[in-house]
């Protein structure tokens, strides 16, 4: 890795070894230069896998202070549909998104990340979850408040943690 260790530091729940990069005192990554990633060969796995589209769309808020160049990226972002439907599964993320932004304190504490991304990356994760939902709580067929749905996303998530792993590391389909 051709990331300069003083830039490096032990990253917080992690076990020793595991490290982070900060952000320079522009909020933005130390190895651009010139607006450019100085060691893109040689990124580390969260930059190849990082994807600023999904606060786009998700409609996740990107802190202006300290992501600029994010942000602004985001905004430039525009969807093109296949199809309707297209158009209301992307509707349904953005709905996910905002409730779990808006309902944060229904959810126990530490089961809602504290970033934006995974934030976003949690919304993408269970929209198909929260349209079903509310798709019930719309028909009227049961009585599904927000603490219901609540419930259902925090169970559906305590699933998909505890899914057994197979040898190769990966959760069965």
């Known amino acids: ?4 260790r003083a830039l490096l530091f032990p990253a917080p729940g992690l076990p ?10 522009r909020g933005e990554c130390p190895m651009l230069v010139t607006g450019e990633c100085s060691i893109y060969e040689d990124r580390p796995q969260t930059c190849r896998d990082y994807d600023c589209r999904v606060f786009a769309a998700t409609g996740i808020s990107v802190d202006q202070q300290t992501q600029a160049e994010i942000a602004r990226r985001v905004s430039e972002w525009v969807f093109d549909y296949e ?7 992307h509707q349904m993320v953005q709905r996910a998104a ?3 932004e808006a309902n944060r304190e229904l959810f126990p504490d530490g089961s809602l ?15 198909r979850l929260f349209s079903d939902l509310t798709e019930k709580r719309n028909k009227g067929g049961c009585d599904l408040g927000d603490a219901a749905i609540v419930q259902a996303i ?4 305590s699933e998909t943690e505890s899914a057994p792993v197979n040898a190769k590391g990966s959760s069965p389909s």
């Open 16 to 25: 020793k070894g595991h490290v982070l990069m900060g952000y320079n005192d």
């Open 98 to 100: 905002a409730f779990l």
């Open 83 to 89: 199809s309707e439907a297209s158009r209301e599964e």
């Open 154 to 157: 925090v169970a559906a998530l």
């Open 113 to 127: 990340p504290n970033y934006p991304v995974q934030l976003a990356a949690l919304a993408v994760e269970i929209y």
């Open 1 to 4: 890795m051709r990331i300069p």
